[in-house]
Nanobody, 123 residues
Framework: QVQLVESGGGLVQAGGSLRLSCAASGRTFSTNTAAWFRQAPGKEREFVSAIDGSGLHTFYANSVKGRFTISRDNAKNTVYLQMIGLKPEETAVYYC????????????????WGQGTQVTVSS
């Protein structure tokens, strides 16, 4: 089992930047794919980005490509999401998740979740 704790959310103006962090505990984390999802009120949970255990392979939703960067430091058991050019429609709770196997973009295939961190982008 992996425990995940997100941080770094907050209020930012449109066009601004935030860096989210996800601190993990658990010996297997470095072998897990880690991902970020987001969920706005009344909407489905949405895939944002993922990174494999080695950190060599990254994946992004089309809507965030070129603006968001996912990375990980396995020595620190931490995954990061650097977000630039934020838009008001990206206001949501951002969740960190980890999986050992499954479809990377499908939230139902993730076994472990953090509590989420609120990102609010004002216009």
């Amino acid at each position: 089992q992996v425990q995940l704790v997100e941080s770094g959310g907050g209020l930012v103006q449109a066009g601004g930047s935030l860096r989210l962090s996800c601190a993990a505990s658990g010996r297997t984390f470095s072998t897990n794919t880690a991902a970020w999802f987001r969920q706005a009120p009344g909407k489905e949970r949405e895939f944002v980005s993922a990174i494999d255990g080695s950190g060599l392979h990254t994946f992004y939703a089309n809507s965030v490509k070129g603006r968001f960067t996912i990375s990980r430091d396995n020595a620190k058991n931490t995954v990061y999401l650097q977000m630039i050019g934020l838009k008001p429609e990206e206001t949501a709770v951002y969740y960190c998740a980890a999986q050992s196997a499954g479809l990377i973009g499908n939230w139902r295939h993730y076994d472990n979740w953090g509590q989420g961190t609120q990102v609010t982008v004002s216009s």
